[in-house]
C-alpha cells in the first residue's frame, strides 16, 4: 500500500521551516527518506527504524511513530539548496520500499 | 567511483520494439531493484533480485522482464513496449533487502519515450 505524503507541495522563503508527514494503512519497520532535485536520481538522507527515534542530518531531521505508522521530515532554517521532491519509502516487511507519490518543496531567497 | 550505472539515458522508440535498458553496479551490493516514475505517482517498484537468479514482482511488473546472471547486472527488458511504458526508469541496488540500516544507491536514470 502505497504511504501518503502530505502537503503535495509547499513554498518556503529561505530561512523558514516545513514539515513533511508520511503515513501508511500498513505497520512499518522502517522509513526511508530521499531527495531528488529535477532530473537527478534520489538521493538517500536518512532512515528510521522502530523505536519512535528522531534522527538528524545538520538542519533536517525526522521522527518515526511506528504505533501511528507515521513519519515526518522537519527541515528547519530552510536553504536554497533544500529545493527539490522528497520521498517516504516505507519498509512493510515484503523485501521492498514503497514510497509516497513526494512532495515537492520549492524555497525562494 | 561506487555506483549505479544505466543505460541508455534517453531512449526514444517506437511500440513493440523490443529494448533493454541496462543497469550494472560496482559495489558488491546483492539486492537490485527498477522503479519507475511517473509524475504525481512517486517511485514505483517494477521488479526486485535478492541476489544472483533470484527475482521477484513488484508492483508494477506487467510487460517488463528483468534477468540477474550477475551480481553486478540487472538488465530491464521490455519485449513489446507500449505507449503506456513512457516513463523515467530507475536502477537502485543495496547490500541487502531494504529493512534496518540499509539505504538504496539509485543510478541516473533512463528517459523512455514509446511512440
Known amino acids: 500500500q502505497q504511504p501518503v505524503q502530505s502537503p503535495q507541495a509547499v513554498i518556503l522563503r529561505e530561512g523558514e521551516d516545513a514539515v513533511i508527514n508520511c503515513s501508511s494503512s500498513k505497520a512499518l519497520y522502517s522509513v526511508h527518506w530521499y531527495r531528488q532535485k529535477h532530473g537527478e536520481a534520489p538521493v538517500f538522507l536518512m532512515i528510521?527504524?522502530?523505536?519512535?527515534e528522531q534522527k538528524g542530518h545538520e538542519k533536517i531531521s525526522a521522527s518515526f511513530n511506528e504505533k501511528k505508522q507515521q513519519s515526518s521530515l522537519y527541515l528547519t532554517a530552510s536553504q536554497l539548496s533544500y529545493s527539490g521532491t522528497y520521498f517516504c519509502?516505507?519498509?512493510?516487511?515484503?523485501?521492498?520500499?514503497?514510497f509516497g507519490q513526494g512532495t515537492r518543496l520549492t524555497i525562494n531567497p | 567511483e561506487a555506483q549505479v550505472t544505466q543505460n541508455p539515458r534517453y531512449l526514444i522508440t517506437v511500440t513493440g520494439k523490443k529494448l533493454t535498458v541496462t543497469c550494472s553496479q560496482n559495489m558488491n551490493h546483492e539486492y537490485m531493484s527498477w522503479y519507475r516514475q511517473d509524475p504525481g505517482l512517486g517511485l514505483r517498484q517494477i521488479y526486485y533480485s535478492m541476489n544472483v537468479e533470484v527475482t521477484d514482482k513488484g508492483d508494477v511488473p506487467e510487460g517488463y522482464k528483468v534477468s540477474r546472471k550477475e551480481k553486478r547486472n540487472f538488465p530491464l527488458i521490455l519485449e513489446s513496449p507500449s505507449p503506456n511504458q513512457t516513463s523515467l526508469y530507475f536502477c537502485a541496488s543495496s547490500f541487502y533487502p531494504p529493512q534496518g540500516n540499509q539505504p538504496q544507491h539509485f543510478g541516473d536514470g533512463t528517459r523512455l519515450s514509446i511512440l
Open positions: 519509502g516505507t519498509d512493510q516487511g515484503a523485501q521492498k520500499l514503497v
Open positions: 528510521l527504524l522502530k523505536g519512535g
